[in-house]
């Protein structure tokens, strides 16, 4: 079992910043990869970022590729996802998710196998 808490959502002003932590407990060296989702109201979750624990290598929605950086820190089993530039259309519910194969891809979100309970980011005009 992997155990999972985002934190660090909020309400933020158009091109401002926050950074979301998610911090991974339990059976976290089984873990391939962390990725970050979103789901606004009335749609369906969607991928941000994901990166490799081993070797961390990352990869991002074009929506955010550029302003957006995910990072992690081995040491803490805690994954970050530095938000600049937001806009009114990064509302929404913020989730980290653990994939723990290596096996399929990462972008879709039945690939991963533990969830985060969300962290919202509002983002007003």
């Known amino acids: 079992q992997v155990q999972l808490v985002e934190s660090g959502g909020g309400l933020v002003q158009a091109g401002g910043s926050l950074r979301l932590s998610c911090v991974a407990s339990?059976?976290?060296?089984?873990?391939?990869?962390m990725g970050w989702f979103r789901q606004a109201p009335g749609k369906e979750r969607e991928f941000v970022a994901v990166?490799?624990?081993?070797?961390?290598?990352?990869y991002y929605a074009n929506s955010v590729k550029g302003r957006f950086t995910i990072s992690r820190d081995n040491a803490k089993n805690t994954v970050y996802l530095q938000m600049n530039s937001l806009k009114p259309e990064d509302t929404a519910v913020y989730y980290c998710?653990?994939?723990?194969?290596?096996?399929?891809?990462?972008?879709?979100?039945?690939?991963?196998?533990?969830w985060g309970q969300g962290t919202r980011v509002t983002v007003s005009s």
């Open positions: 998710a653990a994939k723990i194969g290596g096996l399929g891809g990462l972008l879709p979100v039945n690939n991963y196998d533990y």
């Open positions: 339990g059976r976290t060296f089984s873990s391939y990869a």
């Open positions: 990166i490799r624990w081993s070797g961390g290598s990352t």
